[in-house]
């Protein structure tokens, strides 16, 4: 089973203001939780969830746009508020935000790379660009014999086993496969997680003790730790 999450103590009037800016994940990461904990809560205390399938609107206050944007890039205020660039440019440009030093977004200062450096990926482009034995990423095609190692008869059983067990239900936060989730309006199609890794240690690729089911969400989290 997954690792106990915390208590998500929250009042119904803090979750409502953080909920205004924030996604359900970026709460849950804030309050050490996941987001269909986040949901949840959102649900018992009356809070209205946001609908178009799960695509939050992003409109702050332009006092809070601009200052935030004389401190931050556009990418960064995105993964704050849990969108994507495009809207983040949006609504500088409904709102007329500019930079104060600079004028214009476009001529933000940038990280500033010698001639060295950037013959240095011109190269780097070149060699990646190559084909085969060619590539100095080559590893001798080991790439194709994994992917038909979990493409396999034994890869299917081994899935469809761990599946079963695990009542078709994540073993992290408990969704069902196939269910529509709240947040982003998809259905949720379960995996199932090597628990020591597929690369690593190939005897135990088929062995039944080694599988995990999560659904994306808690899967991605879940190598984000192994990662971290």
């Not at 849990?82 to 990280?111: A, D, M, S, W, Y």
């Not at 078709?168 to 020591?196: A, F, I, R, S």
Request: glycine share 8%; aromatic share 6%; net charge positive.
């Amino acid at each position: 089973m997954g690792q106990r999450m915390a208590k998500f103590e929250v009042t119904k009037e803090e979750l409502e203001k953080l909920y205004q800016g924030y996604s359900c994940a970026k709460i849950g990461k804030m309050y050490g939780v996941n987001a269909e904990t986040v949901r949840l809560t959102l649900k018992r205390l009356g809070i209205q969830l946001n609908k178009n399938g799960g695509r939050r609107s992003f409109d702050p206050p332009r006092e809070v746009l601009e200052s935030m944007y004389q401190e931050k890039s556009m990418r960064d205020i995105a993964n704050d508020f849990g969108v994507g660039e495009t809207i983040v440019h949006k609504r500088l440009k409904e709102h007329g935000i500019i930079l104060k030093e600079h004028g214009n977004h476009r001529l933000k200062p940038g990280r500033i790379f010698s001639e060295e450096h950037l013959e240095n990926l011109r190269k780097s482009r070149i060699e990646n660009a190559k084909y085969g034995a060619e590539n100095p990423n080559w590893r001798g095609g080991i790439t194709d014999i994994n992917r038909r190692a979990r493409q396999n008869w034994q890869a299917r059983v081994w899935r469809e086993n761990a599946l079963k067990q695990a009542g078709n239900k994540c073993q992290e936060c408990g969704v069902e496969n196939g269910k529509t989730c709240e947040c982003c309006g998809v259905k949720v199609k379960l995996h199932v997680h090597h628990v020591k890794s597929f690369a690593k240690h190939p005897e135990h690729r088929y062995d039944p003790t080694n599988s995990e089911v999560l659904c994306p969400k808690c899967h991605h989290n879940r190598h984000q730790l192994q990662t971290g």
